[in-house]
């Protein structure tokens, strides 16, 4: 079983919709969870950044973690063409390295 | 600029070759992080440095990989006797304090093609 898992998509939304990204995650030790967006040819880039379960709200963005259940989401509000890109969900086990997923491709239809 | 500046942008090789690549972090900023990232898969972590030391190599493949900072600022990412499985984008990231920060700045990656 992979470290981290993330349906690699694609997938495909109209502009305006909610959209849904998950990951979940085998090791218990991760203790700070974060989501990367990287559009084609560029590197990843911080779009949040949580370390207790439950919700954190950012614009149109929100952050989802369950510890539990070992889950973490992002969901997008109001999906915009410009949010078409690859979403990258990470986890740092503090004192290691930091994790990432495979990435799930977004693609935002006008 | 103030972001992470890596060079070459683009490199291209033959099998067996010696290649650098590097890596110029934000001002400022003590660790460095080297990734590898294959078509379609999340960066996979090579190797983290605090300072000029390496805090965490795990993530070197074998012993043709090998990552220098010797001034804590620029870093070196050295693969000998290059392979066409060694063909990825290399990313290197840089963060004020390192783990449990939560904020990795990436640069725009050194796109390796093993012929």
């Known amino acids: 079983q992979k470290e981290v898992e993330q349906d690699p998509g694609p997938l495909s939304v109209p502009e305006g919709a909610i959209v849904s990204l998950n990951c979940t995650y085998s090791?218990?030790?991760?203790?700070?969870f974060m989501w990367y967006r990287q559009y084609s040819r560029k590197g990843p880039e911080l779009l949040m950044y949580?370390?207790?379960?439950g919700n954190k709200e950012d614009g149109r963005f929100t952050a989802q973690v369950d510890k539990s259940s070992k889950y973490i989401s992002l969901f997008i509000r109001d999906s915009q063409p410009s949010d078409s890109a690859t979403y990258l969900c990470?986890?740092?086990?503090?004192?290691?390295?930091?994790?990432f997923g495979p990435g799930t491709r977004l693609s935002v239809l006008p | 600029g103030a972001g992470v500046s890596q060079t070459p942008s683009n490199k291209v090789t033959e099998k067996g070759k010696y290649v650098e690549l590097r890596c110029d972090p934000i001002?400022?900023?003590?660790?460095l992080y080297w990734y590898r990232q294959s078509l379609g898969q999340g960066p996979e972590f090579l190797i983290y440095?605090?300072?000029?030391?390496?805090?965490?190599d795990s993530g070197l493949p074998n012993d043709r990989f090998f990552a220098v900072r010797p001034e804590g600022s620029v870093s070196t990412l050295k693969i000998q006797r290059t392979e066409r499985g060694d063909s990825a984008v290399y990313l290197c990231a840089s963060s004020f304090q390192g783990l449990g920060t939560g904020e990795l700045f990436f640069g725009e990656g050194s796109r390796l093609t093993v012929l």
């Open positions: 001002s400022g900023h003590t660790a």
């Open positions: 090791n218990s030790a991760f203790q700070y």
């Open positions: 949580t370390y207790s379960s």
């Open positions: 990470a986890l740092d086990n503090y004192g290691q390295n930091f994790v």
């Open positions: 440095f605090q300072g000029t030391g390496a805090a965490d």
